[in-house]
């Protein structure tokens, strides 16, 4: 048997990160940066008010005060988008919105909850130091600076500064497809009728949804029956729009029920393992057609397949956006009941983790889906490790 490091390991050797490629910034929301976005224009591109008020020269009111106001005359208004040229002149005042242009010669901005809103003149309760209230040109980055570095996931904040710096696309790893198909002669599609020796495929949704978690773009094949013709077709349609793909179901002993691993082990590029872990040892991984994509052939029970998932696929869909591949984050927490784990396997038990107290879940069957959707983490047991007692401590993974 492999080890789970030694199976993970084989996948990253494999993998090599997906092309970038210059996508608009909505479609480039996931990515990861390949390129080092740097400011064309300082921002902001030119001093401004952060305040509704009046633009003034400060010195003008040095002498204002709670009881004796300055009144100055107003002599025009500058609003928000306004390209005219104004100006303050000593002893006057220019009403002006958050964001509109700053008046030459005007020094700082007196927000009007300190005036009376004049129209024509206004009275001025308040003296302010110069550069009050204004957004200086280049205060946020100045032209030439780093917006965002080569390696940055683009999430709605870089979104957000890439268009304020002016770009509207940018070079990025784009999120992976994945591409997740179930086998089984025995799935119905939900929303369907079952009759007893069928069930409801579940696989698929749940591996889609935690590949989009994960920051891919996930579809979902439906159910392919166990016949390796029907199974082929099913890879060669998806090769076409996917750079992963994902099976379930059919790897467990070979032979001819078990059709994924039968039938792509011919292909000769897909290698099938035993992998000492619980759930989930029958394993596959490879590369499949001309552009060689990696597949990965989970196990059918749904929570072997889950945590296959989280263990394997994750860290390799990060591979393929040119991050660290690390995995789920782990704590070291207490267990409140014993736990028994089979020797040499290293398993991941569903429990509740609260704090540094975990809790495991009874049902750890790998076909029970809703013990797993109780569970917040896995705690591991180490290969050498067949009992933790009540009060141990123990590794825990937390579930995304
Ligand atoms: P297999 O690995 O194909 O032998 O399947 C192992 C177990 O997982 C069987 O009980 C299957 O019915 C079940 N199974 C396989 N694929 C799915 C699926 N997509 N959704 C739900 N259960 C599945
Ligand atoms: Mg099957």
Redo the contacts with the bound molecule.
């Keep these: 048997m492999k080890s789970v490091d030694e199976h993970l390991a084989g996948i990253l050797a494999a993998i090599h990160p997906i092309a970038p490629i210059e996508l608009g910034l909505l479609e480039a929301e996931g990515g990861v940066l390949a390129e080092d976005v740097t400011a064309s224009h300082p921002l902001p591109s030119f001093d401004n008010s952060a305040m509704d008020g009046y633009a003034v020269r400060s010195a003008d009111l040095a002498a204002a005060g709670a009881g004796h106001p300055v009144t100055l005359p107003v002599v025009g208004e500058v609003v928000a988008g306004d390209t005219g040229a104004y100006a303050v002149t000593a002893g006057t005042a220019v009403r002006i919105m958050t964001g509109a242009q700053l008046p030459a010669g005007a020094d700082a901005v007196i927000p009007v909850e300190r005036t009376d809103g004049g129209l024509a003149k206004v009275e001025i309760r308040e003296a302010a130091a110069p550069g009050h209230a204004i957004r200086r040109t280049g205060e946020d980055l100045r032209a030439g600076d780093q917006v965002l570095g080569k390696g940055t996931l683009v999430g709605p904040v870089q979104l957000g500064l890439l268009a304020a710096a002016g770009r509207s696309a940018v070079l990025v790893r784009p999120r992976p497809r994945v591409a997740v198909l179930?086998?089984?002669n025995?799935?119905a599609e939900p929303g369907t009728p079952v009759t007893p020796g069928r069930?409801?495929?579940?696989?698929?949704f749940?591996l889609a949804a935690a590949a989009r978690q994960a920051g891919s773009i996930a579809y979902r094949h439906g159910?392919v029956r166990?016949d390796p013709r029907e199974l082929l077709e099913a890879i060669e349609g998806q090769l076409m729009r996917a750079d992963v793909l994902v099976t379930?179901?059919?790897?467990?002993m070979g032979g001819e029920?078990?059709v994924?691993k039968d039938t792509l082990s011919r292909l000769g590029s897909v290698q099938f393992a035993k992998v000492a872990m619980q759930p989930g040892m029958?394993q596959g991984f490879g590369v499949v057609g001309d552009d060689r994509t990696p597949i990965f052939t989970l196990?059918?029970?749904?929570v072997?397949?889950y945590v296959s998932f989280q263990l394997f696929v994750r860290p390799a869909l990060r591979a393929l956006r040119g991050m660290d591949p690390e995995r789920l984050r782990t704590v070291h927490a207490m267990l409140t009941g014993p736990l028994r784990s089979p020797a040499g396997k290293r398993s991941f038990a569903r429990a509740r983790l609260e704090r540094a107290v975990v809790t495991p879940l009874r049902g750890q069957g790998?076909?029970r889906l809703a013990s797993l959707a109780a569970a917040n983490a896995l705690i591991i047991v180490p290969e050498d490790v067949t009992e933790l007692a009540q009060g141990d401590e123990a590794e825990v993974m937390c579930l995304p």
């Design positions: 179930s086998t089984g025995e799935l069930i409801w495929e579940s696989n698929s749940m159910a166990d379930s179901g059919g790897v467990s029920h078990d994924v029958p196990p059918g029970n749904p072997s397949a790998s076909h």
